[in-house]
């Protein structure tokens, strides 16, 4: 083997190995630059060497160009869904069904939990990934291969030795987005001035049919496997062996499933996770119960929608009734205004409600929201609460008028008109100079994506904006000791910090200045590309359009 060759090869497998570490094991073993170092060097050599680049190398994942729409795919065996319980007496019928079924047979049970997300499926020949499909209508998906080799829990290739006379080996589970990814997503979201999303479900499956696969390489995409197919069939006795290859494999399956022996075990890990949820960095909408043994899995069957040997116990959703007290509208930084509700406060989920997002004017009409009303707000994991319904029912207890929401007609905070451009769904305030826009410019330019300017937070930079010290990013630079050491809670120590911060800032990459702009549609990665492409912040303002 040549020494190009050779050096690739181990690239790739130093590569692999620290993923595994990082997204699979969470024990990384090197720090992140060292990993970008290493990667960075395998993407020299491929593109010096193209040729020698393989489909299981690591650099596959960054995503390629995109793609004119997705071709059909033919499920082997149909990707069913399950039928729902939600009560322990229903899991108990089921359990009966399946005893009866069973003839005297002992089973036993595995349970999992169930993760909102979007089932997928993975095909390996000769164990490179060679296919990734969606769901679809359960018989016929879309080929995403692209996309789902975006996601660095789903392995380019198996470590297992490849079984003799299989020839194709079909992983499925569940894609989604982890609850902090989802959070980060929305801020960035946030700072570009563009729409955030709803629930990282609906990201999940919106990122997956996503025709640029460079697009969901950015939203980290994450997977659970559940399911494993050798030719179709179920190559081990019992539905844990299966979660055990697949673990062995290199695949990420979930830490909290667990074998029960009886039904009694089963009810007991689905009230343990209906309020252990909240612990997780994903959102699970219930618990699924599988009986263990394939044999009995295949006797049993399927319905033309779910198995028989499988159920999901579905978990009440985290919702409270409260009333709307009323809306304040906020503005963001680039003028966006949102409404917001003010509730009564409220138990959800351990913590207690008393603000909610309401997105935007088309959504409380939608919603048909008046101030006062009764509403029901719903939290799924660590997101932010939502007003999902009104207790219409309600409205006969409560006395007095209730009073319908107006969008302002002017801003809030500086008084300007507001407009609502052709397509977009918010208002935005049309000041230049509106205060809310200025502060909320220089939290994004100090925030530590940016300019990482510590100690320039919220009250500080109300402070210098109402004092009339900041006009605009670049008076930051031209404070003085006296300037901030009248202000509230600034003394001698954290005046010469700040000043000195802002010194420090000075040295930032310039990536990160052009970033903290704020430039409408020039997030954290457009600007990387800007510099990148002109070098030096005078060549990009000569930019033409
Ligand atoms: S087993 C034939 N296991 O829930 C068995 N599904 O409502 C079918 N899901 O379509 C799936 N976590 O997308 C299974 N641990 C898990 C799951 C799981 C989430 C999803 C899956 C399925 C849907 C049914």
Redesign the pocket.
Known sequence: MTDIRKELEELREQICYHDERYYILSAPEISDYDYDQLMARLLRLEAEHPDLVTPDSPTQRVGGRPIEGFKPYNHRRP????D?TYSESELRDWDERCRKMAAGRNYSFVA????????ISAIYEETYLKYGVT?GDGVVGDLVTENVKTIRTIPLKLRTVWPREVNEIEV?G?VFMANSVFEKLNEEQQEQGLQTFANPRNTTSGTMKLLDSRVVASRRLDC?V??LLFDATKPFDTHWESIEWLRQSGLKV?EHSRRCADIEEVLKFCNEWAVRRSELDYEIDGV?L?IDQTSLQEEFGATSK??RW?V?FKFPPMQAATRLRSVVVQVGRTGALTPVAQLDPVLLAGTTVSRASLHNEDEIGRLGLKIGDWVVVEKCGEIIPKVVKVLFDRRQEIEGELEEFQMPRTCPVCSAIVVRNDGEVVWRCSSSSCPAKLKNSLLLFASRRAMKIEGLGKELVEQLVEKGLVKDLADLYYLKFDDIIGLERMAKKSATNLLEQLQQSKTRELEKFVYGLGIPHVGARNAKILVNHFGSIDKLAEASE
């Open positions: 990707m069913l869904s399950l729902n999992e939990l169930k993760i909102d997300g979007l089932s769901r499925r569940e659970f559940y399911d979930n699924v599988k779910a198995p499988a999901a």
